[in-house]
T-cell receptor, first 116, second 109 residues
Framework: DGGITQSPKYLFRKEGQNVTLSCEQNLNHDAMYWYRQDPGQGLRLIYYSQIVNDFQKGDIAEGYSVSREKKESFPLTVTSAQKNPTAFYLC???????????????FGDGTRLSIL | QKEVEQNSGPLSVPEGAIASLNCTYSDRGSQSFFWYRQYSGKSPELIMSIYSNGDKEDGRFTAQLNKASQYVSLLIRDSQPSDSATYLCAAPLRGKLIFGQGTELSVKP
């Protein structure tokens, strides 16, 4: 089955700890994205990548880092610098359209991160 | 002005009624729009894409795009309790997808 796999579903972070959220897609999509969603709030873009070995900061990149070494993988690290990491993290991917516009994004099932 | 704006709701409709969800956008260059449905505690799911002026129908869902007014809407006919969710509209812009804040819909039996 083609899709986007995020793991783990639930993650707990201790103070001062870095944690890494995994996102893998087998849709052959070019672009991948990370969002954060707080309860009752909309989606906020953390980082995105249009192509392997390149990525851009979104609206709330501070305290997060990413890498894009393979087309199918876009892991997100929540560093200890992110003081309020408790949230629902969503990974998405999309094709690039012929005109350069992005096609619709498709989402993984998300990872819930909590502070211990 | 936000690039994509939605009424935050909540919007409450009785079962069987038509639910109307609205979205405005600021960039006249936007060429496509997407509607997502997000159930509580779940990830967003794409339910409609619309690329040209006019209406697009898919089952009980109709998306309407008016580029002159920079307005896109989603109509849900014969609303069911299972339609209760938050609906997000989104437009691609500068290599990203800009999401509205979402409208919470509640369909009462």
């Amino acid at each position: 089955d083609g899709g986007i796999t995020q793991s783990p579903k639930y993650l707990f972070r201790k103070e001062g700890q870095n944690v890494t959220l995994s996102c893998e897609q087998n849709l052959n999509h070019d672009a991948m994205y990370w969002y954060r969603q707080d309860p009752g709030q909309g989606l906020r873009l953390i980082y995105y990548s249009q192509i392997v070995n390149d990525f851009q900061k979104g609206d709330i990149a501070e305290g997060y880092s990413v890498s894009r070494e393979k087309k199918e993988s876009f892991p997100l690290t929540v560093t200890s610098a992110q003081k309020n990491p408790t949230a629902f993290y969503l990974c998405a991917s999309s094709m690039r359209g012929l005109t350069g516009d992005n096609q619709p994004q498709h989402f993984g099932d998300g990872t819930r991160l909590s502070i211990l | 002005q936000k690039e994509v704006e939605q009424n935050s709701g909540p919007l409450s409709v009785p079962e069987g009624a038509i639910a109307s969800l609205n979205c405005t956008y600021s960039d006249r260059g936007s060429q496509s729009f997407f509607w997502y449905r997000q159930y509580s505690g779940k990830s967003p799911e794409l339910i409609m894409s619309i690329y040209s002026n006019g209406d697009k129908e898919d089952g009980r869902f109709t998306a309407q795009l008016n580029k002159a007014s920079q307005y896109v809407s989603l109509l849900i006919r014969d609303s069911q309790p299972s339609d209760s969710a938050t609906y997000l509209c989104a437009a691609p812009l500068r290599g990203k997808l800009i999401f509205g804040q979402g409208t919470e819909l509640s369909v009462k039996p």
